[in-house]
């Protein structure tokens, strides 16, 4: 499965729109680009996830490069309970479901 | 979404004793659960990924005779760490497959401590 490559922290206001990259340019055809997220202390929380065409649901937005190199989670509204460790991970379809967790960035939503 | 809970929450143990830790489904059947340990400051570390009536199968460098995890029915998967010392204490999470090969329902987790 591809690697992908996550900026440490970021900081937003409360109210705003986060914006979450992340790099995966080896990403093949058939690896899809997943998003989950962890609050303190608890366990993780999957978010969305994406072939190569944008998607949306009620927690947030992906958008997908046309080259597929990289990724944008949106979240479009951010609030404190949305500070967390933000993952980005790429999986092959038809995979086990292993998950690879890298260091993730860690989100805080300031007020 | 689906719900999966772990138990105990927290367990605190003296160095040498074993520990089970519970991991159940609580509202869908999971072939598949994983198990994963996390230590303070660092990223999630998957263990072994558990199938419901056979063995599991362990990452490399996690010894399979010290983590024994058991999935005897499709809602349950249980994790012993057995003669724990303090190296061992840890935050354990396990999670179940879902409907997309990579959405996995995760448990609140348990945070274990070796004294």
């Known amino acids: 499965d591809a690697k992908t490559t996550q900026p440490t922290s970021m900081d937003c206001a409360e109210g705003r729109a986060a914006n979450l990259p992340c790099n995966h340019s080896t990403i093949s055809g058939n690896e899809y680009v997943y998003w989950y997220r962890q609050i303190h202390s608890q366990g993780p929380q999957y978010i969305i996830h994406?072939?190569?065409n944008n998607e949306t649901n009620e927690m947030a937005s992906l958008i997908i490069t046309e080259d597929r190199k990289s990724s944008t989670l949106i979240l479009p509204h951010a609030t404190l309970r949305d500070t967390a460790v933000y993952y980005c991970?790429?999986?092959?379809?038809?995979?086990?479901?292993?998950?690879?967790f890298g260091q993730g960035t860690t989100l805080q939503v300031k007020p | 979404g689906a719900v999966v809970s772990q138990h105990p929450s927290w367990v605190i143990c003296k160095s040498g004793t074993s520990v089970k830790i519970e991991c159940r489904s609580l509202?869908?059947?999971?072939?598949?659960m994983f198990w994963y340990r996390q230590f303070p400051k660092q990223s999630l570390m998957l263990m072994a990924t558990?199938?419901?009536?056979?063995?599991?199968?362990?990452e490399q460098g996690v010894e399979k005779d010290k983590f024994l995890i058991n999935h005897a029915s499709l809602t349950l998967s249980t994790l012993t760490v057995t003669s724990a010392h303090p190296e061992d204490s840890s935050f354990y999470i396990c999670?179940?497959?879902?409907?997309?090969?990579?959405?996995?329902?995760f448990g609140p987790g348990t945070r274990l401590t070796v004294l």
């Open positions: 994406g072939l190569k």
């Open positions: 991970i790429v999986l092959r379809s038809g995979n086990t479901g292993k998950l690879i």
């Open positions: 999670s179940a497959s879902g409907r997309a090969s990579g959405e996995q329902f």
């Open positions: 558990s199938n419901e009536g056979s063995k599991a199968t362990y």
């Open positions: 509202d869908f059947q999971a072939t598949t």
